[in-house]
């Protein structure tokens, strides 16, 4: 009986050390979350519909709205209702160093999980599937990419649209001059002041492109895909338990059907900021990415090594 009070008392002990061993055992990209009060999200400026700025300069898209659904998860696990979200701007160039280097804790535009880059970096279940195909002027007497021979080909730095394009190249020996430029907006800027013919990029980006011209009759989408993309939000490796969230995330996103609403809203509609529309229906490689989100799709990457 005298041995009773001794156990109460090192049980309510070790009960008032629950709480800051739990705390203690966050680690990763959340434990740099909580003890920040921040999460730092990378986003695109001209990547339509998936992240870009609307007429205020915010970030917003198909992946932007999939990344804010993250932070609600992590707002909802840490229990910081008010926890800060910071945008920070990233480019291909940019993305996989800003991430790696903590300046970002989650990356939501247009990037292309690959096996390359999955040696540096980790990612969410695919949330969209595309490929390379080029962009060129109606006009231009380009009906292919073997038209391509001897002329001048814009690419963005950092692209696997740049490495499949240049492959083609390679294998056909078509003499192409290739000039870099840093985003997408100022590779179709190339386009239409001609001092490039043709523009490889993600045929669904290229549409948006297209949609946002000027003139956009005076623009076609041509070719066979030279690669397939699939797309995925992107994130620091070996954090499993941040990783868990993410995927649970976009996993819970899909089969609720959620994923279907948030599609329609970027590739069916008016999207701001001058209310186009890409009139782009779900394809069956984004269908069976969703229905089978644990299949990240990568390993065949069409005509080019990823």
């Known amino acids: 009986m005298l041995r009773i009070p001794h156990l109460v008392a090192a049980i309510a002990a070790a009960s008032l050390f629950t709480a800051p061993v739990q705390a203690q055992e966050l680690t990763g990209t959340l434990k740099k979350i909580k003890d920040t009060g921040v ?118 730095q950092g692209t696997t649209n740049e490495r499949a394009m240049k492959a083609y190249n390679d294998e056909k020996k078509l003499g192409i001059n290739f000039i870099p430029s840093k985003d997408h907006a100022e590779s179709f800027l190339a386009v239409q002041t001609d001092r490039a013919v043709a523009f490889p990029m993600d045929d669904i980006l290229l549409y948006g492109l297209k949609a946002g011209a000027k003139n956009p009759d005076d623009f076609v989408v041509i070719g066979e895909f030279l690669s397939d993309d699939p797309y995925a939000i992107m994130l620091r ?9 993410v995927d649970d995330t976009v996993t819970g996103i899909y089969k609720s059907g959620e994923i279907n609403k948030i599609y329609t809203k970027w590739f069916e509609s008016k999207i701001p900021p001058k209310g186009i529309n890409l009139y782009f229906p779900m394809s069956d490689g984004l269908k069976a990415a969703i229905k089978n989100p644990n299949n990240t799709g990568v390993g065949a990457c069409g005509k080019m090594k990823c």
């Open 237 to 245: 490796r070996d954090d499993p338990a941040f990783k868990k969230l």
């Open 39 to 156: 999460i730092k999200v990378g986003h695109r400026d001209s990547s339509v519909p998936f992240s870009y700025l609307d007429d205020k300069q915010q970030p917003i898209g198909y992946g932007v709205d999939i990344c804010m659904k993250i932070v609600d998860k992590v707002k909802a696990e840490l229990k910081m209702p008010n926890l800060k979200v910071e945008f920070v701007p990233v480019t291909s160039q940019t993305r996989i160093p800003i991430l790696m280097g903590g300046n970002i804790d989650l990356e939501c535009g247009s990037t292309t999980n690959s096996v390359e880059r999955q040696k540096q970096v980790d990612f969410a279940p695919t949330y969209f599937v595309t490929g390379t195909k080029i962009i060129v002027k109606k006009n231009s007497d380009i009906k292919g990419y073997d038209d391509l021979k001897g002329k001048t080909v814009v690419f963005t």
